[in-house]
């Protein structure tokens, strides 16, 4: 084989699993619809074959079409790509939030396991949420074009990683929404989160129903509180539902690491 024809073909093969490579680190393929291969014909390949180049081609070419379907390219306030789609191909799903009939739209995985933790402990202990005639109990995900300034918190809704309690109920601007016992409970819960999640009603500019992600992608303490939470939903007497004493001495030093 001429050596020429060789090297173009160790080239073709090593630009596809570099595109392919450059794709996944998006998180893209990390959703079962692009991660998930076709079943592997078994039928050997001759010795010294080339790559069918065209094809290799056409699979990258529906790749980079699903990903400019999903990503945007922009970061909201916390450092997490805002995506353009739910439940389709991006990370952005819809997670029913258990004991309340609701359900919210914020990423997969660790990030949802949190946010849902904090809307239920809120739902048990500070105010019931979805009751009858209730417009809009909870809002998640929103549209990367309707966020103003993806330095403010709230942008973090355009990357699935912040959830906004009663939207109608504690306008952007305005504190004195919670009651002195409210408030204890908020701080416990951010308290349960270890520092993860940011409660709005403490930005400069408050939103007292926003509660939003502020570690980075790929910050290791984000796995560990998630974990604990799930470990906390199997054990019987921890977790949301179960209501605590938030003004327990050891509670509240607790809580006032977070504060």
């Given at each position: 084989?001429?050596r020429d024809l060789s090297?173009?073909?160790?080239?073709?093969?090593?630009?596809?699993?570099?595109?392919?490579?450059?794709?996944?680190?998006?998180?893209?393929?990390?959703?079962?619809?692009?991660?998930?291969?076709?079943?592997?014909?078994?039928?050997?390949?001759?010795s010294g074959a080339a790559?069918?180049?065209?094809?290799?081609?056409?699979?990258?070419?529906?790749?980079?079409?699903?990903?400019?379907?999903?990503?945007?390219?922009?970061?909201?306030?916390?450092?997490?790509?805002?995506?353009?789609?739910?439940?389709?191909?991006?990370?952005?799903?819809?997670?029913?939030?258990?004991?309340?009939?609701?359900?919210?739209?914020?990423?997969?995985?660790?990030?949802?396991?949190?946010?849902?933790?904090?809307?239920?402990?809120?739902?048990?202990?500070?105010?019931?949420?979805?009751?009858?005639?209730?417009?809009?109990?909870?809002?998640?995900?929103?549209?990367?074009?309707?966020?103003?300034?993806?330095?403010?918190p709230e942008s973090n809704?355009?990357?699935?990683?912040?959830?906004?309690?009663?939207?109608?109920?504690?306008?952007?601007?305005?504190?004195?929404?919670?009651?002195?016992?409210?408030?204890?409970?908020?701080?416990?819960?951010?308290?349960?989160?270890?520092?993860?999640?940011?409660?709005?009603?403490?930005?400069?500019?408050?939103?007292?129903?926003?509660?939003?992600?502020?570690?980075?992608?790929?910050?290791?303490?984000?796995?560990?509180?998630?974990?604990?939470?799930?470990?906390?939903?199997?054990?019987?007497?921890?977790?949301?539902?179960?209501?605590?004493?938030?003004?327990?001495?050891?509670?509240?030093?607790?809580?006032?690491?977070?504060?």
């Amino acid at each position: 084989m001429p050596r020429d024809l060789s090297r173009r073909r160790a080239l073709v093969t090593a630009a596809g699993v570099t595109a392919a490579a450059a794709l996944g680190t998006t998180g893209v393929l990390s959703t079962p619809a692009l991660a998930a291969p076709g079943p592997v014909s078994p039928s050997p390949v001759p010795s010294g074959a080339a790559p069918n180049s065209e094809e290799l081609k056409e699979a990258l070419r529906r790749l980079e079409a699903r990903r400019r379907r999903v990503l945007t390219g922009r970061h909201s306030e916390n450092g997490w790509e805002m995506q353009k789609v739910v439940d389709a191909e991006g990370d952005i799903v819809t997670h029913s939030v258990p004991g309340t009939g609701l359900t919210v739209t914020a990423r997969s995985g660790d990030v949802g396991t949190v946010l849902v933790h904090v809307i239920r402990r809120f739902h048990y202990e500070v105010d019931a949420l979805g009751l009858p005639g209730e417009p809009r109990a909870l809002e998640g995900w929103t549209k990367p074009s309707e966020v103003r300034d993806s330095r403010l918190p709230e942008s973090n809704r355009a990357s699935g990683t912040a959830v906004v309690i009663r939207p109608g109920s504690y306008p952007a601007g305005a504190r004195g929404g919670f009651d002195a016992a409210q408030l204890s409970v908020i701080r416990d819960i951010l308290a349960d989160t270890e520092g993860v999640v940011r409660w709005g009603g403490d930005d400069r500019r408050p939103q007292e129903g926003l509660f939003s992600l502020v570690v980075r992608p790929g910050d290791p303490r984000l796995a560990q509180v998630a974990a604990k939470l799930r470990d906390w939903d199997r054990t019987p007497g921890l977790g949301a539902g179960t209501v605590a004493d938030v003004n327990e001495p050891a509670r509240r030093r607790r809580a006032a690491r977070f504060s």
